[in-house]
């Protein structure tokens, strides 16, 4: 009989035992986590064996610069080992806001070892690669995290930043030093995005995920990326709205030739031409996600014009699967008239009826395979439709789950989006799959509220005849659980509350509706002021592409 031993497992098998050795805990507020690098290590000096599957796990994800450290060593260790340059399939480049940083001291061993690589590599502006490394002038390692991706020719995920002193200008579009060009290892996808030859340099066929943290660069500047064939998920984030020299950059991906398959725009504040040049750029788009800025730089930005964008997206991609969008702006309270929140001279101009017309989503019933719907309550509806359309005809036939936000882009004190406007809706919802009308498997709602009522001092309750006058939550949350139960849909809520002390904003709930629905909707609160409670809705499938918990390097 064959003895049963570790080592009659597959490799396949093996890897995946390895990757369960635990983390050892987050290192810092920038790292997602610190790698068990001594266990790896211990496991590759068992066996030849074992010393590969360790190192197909150890290097599969490199944290470029996590502890404020040259990554010298581990660019040597490339050049010198191909084999482990092949293993590497994510590189990570962590955000650093020091601009103050002192001068790099690089040992004579490590930097004759970075002029080797540069040499073997023959990159572009290679003499000037060589007197920035040599003279010190690169305080935040941007030309190191270059040189990594450029020696790992099977890099699948790959998160760079724009936190630099030091830019190479795109095809000589700007002078070196500008704050506002892409970094030097995004130029390397580019050039390879382009069919520009630059020397050894791999042509990036294997990499799939792309993540930009996007500080004053304009979208056009690395629209180009979208033409690599293996790039598939596309995230985007922290881009103003406007680079006042983007408009010299011509948008660098035809119409229908990028195989990117999902999109993801995060803290986005940019002029919806770019996001419609996005989606006009796929061929083929499954996901979608749009997450508007809240930053104090809103107010200058223009409030999109969400019917125009819907409709590109429903004319282009009538085969999305999820689409998410979330925009923390006020829509109801006119405080952008006062500001410089318009794409032209005649939208400064535009009448309530046309701003109402762009902050509504309306109908989705073109989407014909979307099953995957997060969107704010009222931008579904719209500031001049709330009872003449009701949810439910506005929802795609095949939708399987809806999870609404209320509460972000209105005022608590606007009757207009009150208790009537939302019980109507969402009973809208619940008629319609009592009528099998919509095959939804689970619905849920994400409502914010801080209690406040117009003559409160400063607006909040305070004194406990003020916590009796606080209104009541806008849905009915507490027949809503049972009636969708009834239904055999999945149903859940949270109760976002602007307080440290969320369960006292509760006191009129009890007040109206008594102990028992109180109680259930203590259960369901969570505090926006990192106190506790921390209630989220549970039971829902997210998009691997919208989950920002799962493992962003996991192999494909």
Known sequence: METCHISNLPDELLVRIVQYIPDKGTCSSQTPYLPPVADYRSVALVCRRLNRVANAVLYAQYIHDFDHRSSAPFIRTLFEQPNVAQIVRGVEEITIRDRKRRSIHRPAASLNSLVSVIHHLDMINKDDILSIFRQRKDPLYDLEAALIIALTPNIQALALNFESEFRFPPDGLRDPGDMSLPSPALQLVLFAARGVPCGQVHRFEHLRKLKLNMSNISVNSISSVLRLKSLVDLTLTLTNYKIPWSDNIPWGCPPKESSVKTIRLEAFSVDVPSIVNLIASCRSLEGFALC?????????????????????????????????????????????????????????????????ARARLGSLE??????????????????????????????????????????????????????????????????????????????????????????????????????????????????????????????????????????????????????????????????????????????????RFLDSEANWYEHF
């Not at 009538?318 to 006119?334: H, T, V």
């Not at 239904?487 to 969320?502: N, P």
Request: with cysteine; proline share 5%; glycine share 4%.
């Open 292 to 356: 508007a800025s809240r930053t104090r730089l809103e107010r200058t930005n223009p409030f999109p014009n969400y019917a125009l964008l819907l409709r590109e997206l429903q004319q282009r991609h009538p085969e999305l699967q999820n689409l998410f969008i979330d925009d923390g702006r006020r829509m109801d309270d006119g405080s952008d008239e006062d500001s410089s929140m318009d794409e032209s001279d005649e939208d400064s101009h535009m009448d309530q009826t046309d701003r109402a």
């Open 366 to 543: 073109k989407f014909r395979d979307l099953k995957y719907l997060h969107a704010p309550l009222e931008l579904l509806i719209g500031l001049d439709n709330g009872y003449t359309t009701p949810l439910s005809s506005l929802l795609p036939s095949k939708l399987e789950t809806l999870i609404l936000t209320k509460g972000e882009m209105t005022n608590s004190q606007n009757k207009e989006f009150g208790r009537k406007f939302c019980d109507y809706h969402v009973q809208s919802v619940l008629t319609a799959l009592q009528t099998q009308a919509l095959p939804l498997k689970a619905v849920g709602i994400l409502y914010k509220t801080d209690f406040r009522y117009p003559d409160a001092y400063t607006g909040y309750a305070i004194t406990p005849k003020d916590l009796a006058r606080m209104e009541d939550v806008h849905f009915n949350f507490y027949e809503f659980t049972r009636a969708f139960q009834q239904c055999g849909i999945h149903f859940d809520y949270e109760i976002r509350v602007d307080h440290e002390l969320a369960y006292d904003r509760l006191i009129s709930v009890r007040r109206i509706h008594g102990d028992a629905v109180a109680d259930e909707y203590s259960g369901h609160l969570t505090s926006t002021c990192r106190r506790l409670p921390h209630y989220k809705i549970q039971g829902f499938e997210v998009p």
